[in-house]
């Protein structure tokens, strides 16, 4: 059975950083895409970045791009978020998720299994 378990969320103030952790169980984590997903209140859960099964290959979204990086480590089947210069935009419950195959995608519905989620909240 697989398992994408987050850890690292919290409260922080603008300005800070956070670094979020996905430990994968029950696949062979290095022949999955991985990527970290936000929803925030009434919003849809969108993609805000993409790492492939290598970790040649980022992608990230216009809103986190140049705060955000996305990393991965195959020896330990963890996948990471740092996030810098958060924003109380930023607030929201991350999700990682998993997608068989080399090619990254942040379309929500080519992923395969996800974890159940940690809250970040920034404060302004």
């Known amino acids: 059975q697989v398992h994408l378990v987050e850890s690292g969320g919290g409260l922080v103030q603008a300005g800070d950083s956070l670094r979020l952790s996905c430990a994968a169980s029950?696949?062979?984590?290095?022949?999955?895409?991985m990527g970290w997903f936000r929803q925030a209140p009434e919003k849809e859960r969108e993609c805000v970045a993409a790492i492939s099964w290598s970790g040649s290959s980022t992608a990230y979204a216009d809103s986190v791009k140049g705060r955000f990086t996305i990393s991965r480590d195959n020896a330990k089947n963890t996948v990471y978020l740092h996030m810098n210069s958060l924003k109380p935009d930023d607030t929201a419950v991350y999700y990682c998720?998993?997608?068989?195959?080399?090619?990254?995608?942040?379309?929500?519905?080519?992923?395969?299994?996800w974890g159940q989620g940690t809250q970040v909240t920034v404060s302004s």
């Open positions: 029950g696949l062979t984590f290095s022949t999955y895409c």
């Open positions: 998720a998993a997608r068989r195959g080399p090619a990254l995608s942040g379309l929500r519905s080519l992923y395969n299994y």
